[in-house]
């Protein structure tokens, strides 16, 4: 069973730029799997940021697509985001998610989440 | 985007009652739609996939039904641990979205 977990810094400068990694336990991120970013901002609802597949194609929410870049790394199980210009609007809580690739591509499972804080 | 419109935002039930969340898709999504049970300061959890299969683990009481643009999630027979927020989520397309949510609160 994967396991997926979120690390990274919790507070980052306006105008900088948010970074995070998902570490993938449990199977080799080169399964057939979509690896997804979702975040929630406080009080608020889900919002799908983006996905990657072992093989770097990505798919990217075009809210977010012109300062979003999301990365794989093989040799660590990681995937990784990268978030540039943050403003407060970009505080929430980053999830990192799964979905079978070829499947109804819900999202399971999930890491435990990580609180980014936008702030000077 | 496809715009995912949940009815109601908050609903307050009792232990043993039977209750019915609303999804509705701005354009038909098949069945690519999928609920998930979100509780404070934890992940949602994936209850329902493909609007009616029941995730291996998730109690028989939970139920889905619809495809195109119309979507429902029945609770029938309230547990204490039901109360929470649920989320429903179309799949068709990127970018994928989701409801707004409808806390489910007890009366």
């Known amino acids: 069973q994967v396991q997926l977990q979120e690390s990274g810094p919790g507070l980052v400068k306006p105008s900088g730029t948010l970074s995070l990694a998902c570490a993938v336990f449990?199977?080799?991120?080169?399964?057939?799997?979509?690896w997804s970013w979702v975040r929630q901002s406080p009080g608020k609802g889900l919002e799908w940021i983006g996905e990657?597949?072992?093989?770097?194609?990505?798919n990217y929410n075009p809210s977010l697509k012109s300062r979003l870049t999301i990365s794989v790394d093989k040799s660590t199980n990681q995937f990784s985001l990268k978030l540039s210009s943050v403003t407060a609007a970009d505080t929430a809580v980053y999830y990192c998610?799964?979905?079978?690739?070829?499947?109804?591509?819900?999202?399971?499972?999930w890491g435990q989440g990580t609180l980014v804080t936008v702030s000077s | 985007d496809i715009q995912m419109t949940q009815s109601p935002s908050s609903l307050s039930a009792s232990v043993g009652d039977r209750v019915t969340i609303t999804c509705r898709a701005s354009?038909?999504?098949?069945?690519?739609l999928n609920w998930y049970q979100q509780k404070p300061g934890r992940a949602p959890k994936v209850l329902i996939n493909?609007?009616?299969s029941l995730q291996s683990g998730v109690p028989s009481r939970f139920s889905g039904r619809g495809s195109g643009t119309d979507f429902t999630l029945t609770i029938s027979g309230l547990q204490p641990e039901d109360f929470a927020t649920y989320y429903c989520?179309?799949?068709?397309?990127?970018?994928?979205?989701f409801g707004q949510g409808t806390k489910l609160e007890i009366k």
């Open positions: 998610t799964t979905s079978a690739y070829g499947s109804q591509n819900w999202f399971d499972p």
């Open positions: 354009q038909s999504i098949t069945s690519y």
């Open positions: 989520q179309q799949s068709y397309s990127t970018p994928y979205t």
């Open positions: 449990g199977d080799s991120i080169t399964i057939s799997n979509w």
């Open positions: 990657i597949y072992h093989s770097g194609t990505t």
């Open positions: 493909g609007a009616s």
